[in-house]
C-alpha cells in the first residue's frame, strides 16, 4: 500500500541555525498536507500542498511539492525555542484517509 | 482545538475491561477519524468515517470498535482483545476524505 516516509527522524539546531525535513511517497499524491505536533499537544494542521511543483510560504517556514508530487519538504529559516515540536507530512492514502509520516521531531537550543 | 472534544484527558484499563473513548465535534464536519500514537510510531490510523451510520477499519482495527450514530459523535471502545492498548488516541475530523484534518486534545490510556 502506499507509504508516507519522512527523513531525518530527529534534528537538533541551535537556534537561528536552518532545519529542513523531507517527505517521500511511494505514489503520486492529490495532496500533501504538513502538521505541526507541540510536545504534549495534538497536531495542528499547517497547510496543503496541491500542484506540482508548487512554493508556499508561512513567514519563516517554506513548503514544496515536488514536479513528480512524489515529495515535500519543510523548511525552516533562522530557528525559534517556538519551532520545537514534531513536523508530519501526510498523503491522501487509497482509500478515503490519510497516510501519516513518522514525523520529524525538532529540538531547539538558545 | 475547541471544535473537537475528547474525553477522558487520562483514562486507566484493568485487565479484561472494554474502555470507551469519547469524541465530539461542533465543526459540521462529516468525516471522522481515531489514530492512535505510539512514541516514534508517528499517526496509526485505527477507524475512520465518512458518513453518520458508515465506518471503515484503519490499518490497525483489531482490539477496537467504533460507532457513529450521530454526525456530531464517534466514540471509540477499546476491547479487552486489544492487549496492548497503552497509547495516546487522538480523534479527528474533517470537512471531506482527504482534507485537511482537526485534531482533539487527545486521550491517554494506561493499563493498571
Known amino acids: 500500500g502506499q507509504q508516507v516516509m519522512q527523513i531525518p527522524q530527529y534534528q537538533h539546531v541551535q537556534e537561528g541555525e536552518d532545519f529542513t525535513t523531507y517527505c517521500n511517497s511511494s505514489?503520486?499524491?492529490?495532496?500533501i498536507q504538513w502538521y505541526k505536533q507541540r510536545p504534549g499537544g495534538h497536531p495542528v494542521f499547517l497547510i496543503q500542498?496541491?500542484?506540482?511543483?508548487e512554493v508556499k510560504k508561512q513567514k519563516r517556514l517554506t513548503f514544496q511539492f515536488g514536479e513528480a508530487k512524489k515529495n515535500s519538504s519543510l523548511h525552516i529559516t533562522a530557528t525559534q525555542t517556538t519551532d520545537v515540536g514534531t513536523y508530519f507530512c501526510?498523503?491522501?492514502?487509497?482509500?478515503?484517509?490519510?497516510?501519516f509520516g513518522k514525523g520529524t521531531s525538532l529540538l531547539v537550543t538558545p | 482545538d475547541g471544535g473537537i472534544t475528547q474525553s477522558p484527558k487520562y483514562l486507566f484499563r484493568k485487565e479484561g475491561q472494554n474502555v470507551t473513548l469519547s469524541c465530539e465535534q461542533n465543526?459540521?464536519?462529516?468525516?471522522m477519524y481515531w489514530y492512535r500514537q505510539d512514541p516514534g510510531q508517528g499517526l496509526r490510523l485505527i477507524y475512520y468515517?465518512?458518513?453518520?451510520?458508515?465506518?471503515q477499519k484503519g490499518d490497525i482495527a483489531e482490539g477496537y470498535s467504533v460507532s457513529r450514530e450521530k454526525k456530531e459523535s464517534f466514540p471509540l471502545t477499546v476491547t479487552s482483545a486489544q492487549k496492548n492498548p497503552t497509547a495516546f488516541y487522538l480523534c479527528?475530523?474533517?470537512?471531506?476524505?482527504?482534507?485537511?484534518?482537526?485534531f482533539g486534545d487527545g486521550t491517554r490510556l494506561s493499563i493498571l
Open positions: 479527528a475530523s474533517g470537512q471531506a476524505s482527504n482534507q485537511p484534518q482537526h
Open positions: 505514489t503520486t499524491l492529490s495532496n
Open positions: 500542498l496541491v500542484k506540482s511543483g
Open positions: 501526510a498523503g491522501p492514502n487509497s482509500g478515503y484517509a490519510l497516510n
Open positions: 465543526l459540521n464536519h462529516d468525516a
Open positions: 468515517s465518512q458518513i453518520v451510520n458508515d465506518f
